[in-house]
């Protein structure tokens, strides 16, 4: 069976939760072809193998509110030869260019969020986005707090299918050497943030949160707020706390993790539908500290068991949260522990894998 993933970008090079799942998805699920449909971020179609995984990199023209315009995709999406299409959201340009390859092909959409933060384009999309989502065969989430939380999902609920992300956890259970070095390298207690450097993931939030606290932050990740966020830092005069360490690949990613104390992700928007770093972090056995934003972050961080959840955008009680449980080693070491079973019980990439197959056979 052939399935095409369409997404707006994809890793590499692109380092992004989505871009990430997908490939995990193309690489680790057997018995299918995979081919992906992305954007080239220039003005040439590039066709890639990457280890037998045909990728084809669209034109692409302009960028508006970070979706690519790639008008090659309708004709690229009929000539694909996929017996089943696997479109991931939000991607505006990508759904609307599906409804104009008028493709019989059965379609699955992955729900990822809503559009966040472009109030302007929503009355424009959303007309699109609801034919899209009617043609869809199933609607893939990550939790069912979207599914219940989500106004655009609510005339599609019949087909509505939770399939939470998943880690390999005995990957993340067993604890790097080089943990051991970073945690001599850094002033302790220490935060690890993961993720891209993007408005909606509250880093400004937290920075103004470490000014209270006494520990040391270390992010991991790049993004186009990278620069504003070290002059914060600079200004706020919290360089010391607050170390800016560029992206990481996945083994010093899980080294960091296990160096850590807390793991934070201080979300301030829906665009925050699960948080996939958080839950490698909480398969590390590392507790986290996130915001209640309404998806699936809550799901999967519970408040007082596997970490502390706190009010999206609240610095002081991000402050506070961060303090109570660096004060506690045996309350953090209770809910790393939690965290740890809860990943093994409920986000493994087996059942991901698994659930993600029969979906595609029943189709």
């Not at 509505?160 to 005995?170: A, E, H, K, L, N």
């Not at 390298?185 to 949160?209: I, N, S």
């Not at 966020?229 to 690949?249: P, T």
Request: glycine residues 6%; positive net charge; charged residues 25%.
């Amino acid at each position: 069976m052939r399935i095409l993933h369409a997404f707006k970008d994809y890793f590499p090079p692109t380092r992004g939760g989505i871009e990430h799942h997908i490939h995990d998805v193309c690489h680790s699920l057997k018995g299918f072809q995979f081919a992906v449909l992305t954007s080239s971020r220039t003005k040439k179609q590039v066709i890639d193998n990457d280890e037998g995984v045909r990728v084809i990199r669209a034109a692409e023209y302009a960028r508006p509110v970070s979706t690519p315009y790639t008008p090659s995709w309708p004709k690229l999406i009929r000539d694909s030869g996929a017996d089943v299409l696997h479109f991931h959201m939000p991607n505006p340009f990508g759904e609307l260019f599906y409804l104009r390859s008028r493709s019989k092909v059965p379609m699955v959409a992955g729900f990822y969020s809503e559009i966040v933060g472009r109030e302007f384009a929503k009355p424009l999309f959303r007309p699109f986005q609801q034919s899209f989502l009617k043609k869809a065969r199933h609607v893939i989430v990550s939790s069912p707090r979207l599914a219940e939380s989500s106004e655009s999902l609510q005339p599609h609920r019949a087909k509505v299918v939770v399939i939470p992300f998943g880690v390999d956890v005995s990957e993340w259970t067993e604890r790097p050497e080089e943990a051991d070095a970073i945690k001599e390298r850094y002033p302790g207690p220490l935060l690890v943030f993961v993720g891209r450097l993007v408005y909606y993931k509250g880093l400004d939030v937290l920075m103004q949160a470490m000014r209270t606290v006494e520990a040391t932050c270390l992010v991991l990740g790049d993004g186009p707020l990278r620069k504003s966020l070290e002059g914060k830092a600079a200004e706020l005069a919290i360089r010391h706390k607050v170390v800016f360490l560029g992206e990481k690949d996945e083994s010093m990613k899980k080294a960091f993790m296990h160096a850590a104390d807390l793991f934070v992700l201080p979300s301030t928007s829906r665009a925050e539908s699960f948080g996939i770093s958080m839950m490698e972090a909480m398969a590390c056995g590392t507790p986290a500290i996130s915001t209640e934003v309404g998806t699936g972050t809550s799901w999967l961080n519970q408040n007082n068991a596997t970490g502390i959840v706190v009010s999206p955008g609240d610095a002081s009680a991000l402050a506070g949260a961060i303090k109570a449980l660096l004060a506690e080693p045996q309350r953090r070491a209770e809910m790393g522990h939690a965290a740890s079973e809860r990943v093994r019980q409920h986000f493994t990439r087996f059942a991901m894998l698994e659930s993600l197959a029969t979906l595609y056979r029943s189709i």
